[in-house]
């Protein structure tokens, strides 16, 4: 006799030793790992194409639903906020209530969000939409990347699925743009939400059926809702009160209170996470750790400049140039390839050169992107104004993606790397938002009245430039606050490390 099998038929070998079957040790737990990279991989092309796809539809949502220039942003400013805002109590919560239950109820809030947003009729009731949006991104993006790491723990089989979640991660990006543009412009711009429908629907039916139920990862102290609450609405506030000075002067009583109540409620989340008896947030004492304040000052940086860059290349190239959305799209793509290309090359050159070098260098070269960016003109073209400084800032950006988690995470006691990462990801997230909201108002403020094409290019420039300012500065962070961390062995990255 060969073998037998035990009680749950698993084979079992000469001896009684139980054989792990070709599924691996996941595939003997009763863990299916196949449906569940399927669903993750679907999770993340979502969340990665709702970011891009949603931007070159803008002219025509701002059109459709009567939103002026300053209240459009607030289609980005919804979701970016509340996303990074409720990151790291997403991830907390799947630990204590289990991650399939928050995958399912993300992927449910998100679904259900999209089609809302879809169908919305007045601007109040997309920017709502997208704060939904937002929150079940929160809720399902942590929990999918948890139960990759707890599926594939090691070996090969971790390297491969996590080049999995990588190619979705860069697909959906370099997608987006090409069917939001698509869509807008050949079915309708409700189509850039709609679309998220179909996608939520099959993730879940993956879910349900392929997804084991496993106990609670951590069953400590409850998560700190009043933390994550008090920081989103601080982080609101804050943007809200620098948008609205296109209306208010910074010296108005407008102006001056709103952002003396935001630094209210950001200065109440320290001391909530300082004092609270359920599990804090993110430990306070952590940013002592030079890595991981200098690398998020860098990350927030980054995000204060890239996020604009592709609102103002979108509004460029439909109302400067006059392309449409599609073309709008296929446009977008030499900087998304050029995205993949630099986090190749970063990795390629991490057996060599010191993260923080590759920061450096990369900020250097999305700075002289970003200036290169500044020169656009109203009687330009998609060749001479956008191609070539849309390659040297995206293979900037490529460079710094990876080496800044390393960075982050250079130091950090193993039980808070996962805390430290998500940190990361929110720093970028916030930073998207708040550079949005002070570019775009600059931007603003330089277009003027009346609006013209040349009027419209000018505020377009300024905020370009600003963008290659902040890149700078985050240069100058790289340079004066980051250590020199060691050259690392490159090795698979754990779901945590991997940037948003």
Request: hydrophobic share 50%; net charge positive.
């Amino acid at each position: 006799m060969t073998g037998t099998t035990n009680d749950a038929g698993v084979p079992r070998a000469r001896g009684g030793t139980p054989r792990t079957p070709p599924g691996g040790q996941a595939e003997a737990a009763g863990i299916r790992p196949g449906r569940t990279l399927a669903v993750v991989a679907v999770v993340q092309f979502m969340v990665s194409l709702d970011i891009s796809v949603v931007n070159v539809g803008l002219p025509q949502i701002a059109t459709g639903l009567g939103f002026d220039a300053v209240g459009l942003t607030w289609v980005i400013h919804a979701y970016a906020l509340t996303f990074g805002g409720l990151l790291l109590l997403g991830g907390k919560a799947a630990d204590r209530y289990g991650r399939k239950r928050m995958l399912l109820l993300g992927l449910g809030l998100f679904g259900l969000a999209s089609l809302a947003g879809g169908l919305a009729q007045a601007p109040g009731q997309l920017v709502a939409a997208r704060t939904v949006q937002g929150i079940g991104a929160a809720a399902l993006a942590p929990a999918a990347l948890s139960l990759l790491t707890a599926t594939f723990p090691s070996g090969r089989e971790r390297v491969r699925a996590f080049g999995v979640w990588s190619a979705t991660n860069a697909a959906g990006g370099a997608f987006g743009v090409v069917i939001g543009g698509v869509l807008t412009q050949y079915a309708s711009w409700r189509w850039v939400m709609l679309v998220n429908v179909p996608m939520a629907l099959g993730a879940m039916a993956l879910a349900w059926r392929g997804v084991r139920a496993a106990p609670p990862a951590a069953r400590g102290s409850r998560p700190d809702v009043l933390g994550a609450v008090l920081a989103t609405a601080g982080m609101t506030l804050l943007v809200f009160g620098v948008v609205r000075t296109d209306r208010h002067g910074w010296t108005s009583a407008a102006t001056l209170g709103t952002l003396a109540a935001a630094v209210v409620l950001l200065a109440a989340f320290v001391a909530v996470e300082r004092t609270t008896a359920r599990d804090p947030l993110i430990r306070l004492g952590l940013f002592a750790n030079r890595s991981v304040s200098g690398a998020n000052a860098f990350n927030l940086l980054v995000g204060m400049a890239m996020t604009p860059s592709f609102y103002f290349a979108s509004l460029y190239l439909q109302e400067i140039l006059g392309h449409g959305p599609a073309m709008t799209g296929v446009m977008f793509l030499p900087f998304t390839f050029g995205l993949i290309a630099g986090s190749v090359l970063a990795v390629k050159l991490g057996y060599r050169v010191p993260p923080r070098t590759l920061l450096v260098a990369g900020g250097l070269l999305g700075t002289a992107g970003f200036a290169w960016f500044g020169m656009i003109s109203a009687d330009g073209s998609f060749a001479a104004d956008i191609l070539g400084p849309s390659i040297v800032a995206s293979v900037g950006f490529g460079l710094c993606l990876g080496p800044v988690v390393s960075v982050a995470t250079a130091g950090v006691a193993p039980h808070e790397t996962g805390t430290a990462s998500g940190l990361l990801n929110s720093s970028r997230q916030i930073g998207a938002s708040l550079g949005l909201a002070a570019l775009g108002t600059a931007a603003q403020h330089r277009t003027g009245h009346p609006v013209t094409l040349r009027s419209l290019n000018s505020g377009y420039a300024l905020g370009l430039t600003l963008g290659a300012a902040l890149l700078l500065a985050a240069v100058t962070v790289a340079l004066t606050a980051l250590r020199r961390t060691p050259t690392p062995t490159p090795t698979a990255p754990t779901p945590e490390q991997a940037p948003a």
